[in-house]
Nanobody
């Protein structure tokens, strides 16, 4: 089992920044990476970015490239999502998920989500 707890969401004006955190506990050694996802009201959940531990490769959604950055603190078992130049369309509940896929991403453990609201 892996437990994930997100934090750092809130209300920000367009053009502002937020940093989300995802603290992992439990059998974190069983994971191969982490991902951030988001779901806006009435829309399907979409991937924001994924990171694989081996090699540190990342894969960003086109909509956030150049604005969002994923990083990790191994000592704290925490992954961060730095979000800059936020837009109203970034408003969503953001979730982190643990990737347990060895040969391809497979997100199995999920956090409870944190709300991000960007006002225009």
């Amino acid at each position: 089992q892996v437990q994930l707890v997100e934090s750092g969401g809130g209300l920000v004006q367009a053009g502002g920044s937020l940093r989300l955190s995802c603290a992992a506990s439990g059998r974190t050694s069983s994971t191969y990476g982490m991902g951030w996802f988001r779901q806006a009201p009435g829309k399907a959940r979409e991937v924001v970015v994924g990171i694989r531990w081996s090699g540190g490769s990342t894969n960003y959604a086109d909509s956030v490239k150049g604005r969002f950055t994923i990083s990790r603190d191994n000592a704290k078992n925490t992954v961060y999502l730095q979000m800059n130049s936020l837009k109203p369309e970034d408003t969503a509940v953001y979730y982190c998920a643990a990737d347990i896929g060895n040969y391809g991403s497979s997100y199995y453990y999920w956090g409870q989500g944190t709300q991000v609201t960007v006002s225009s």
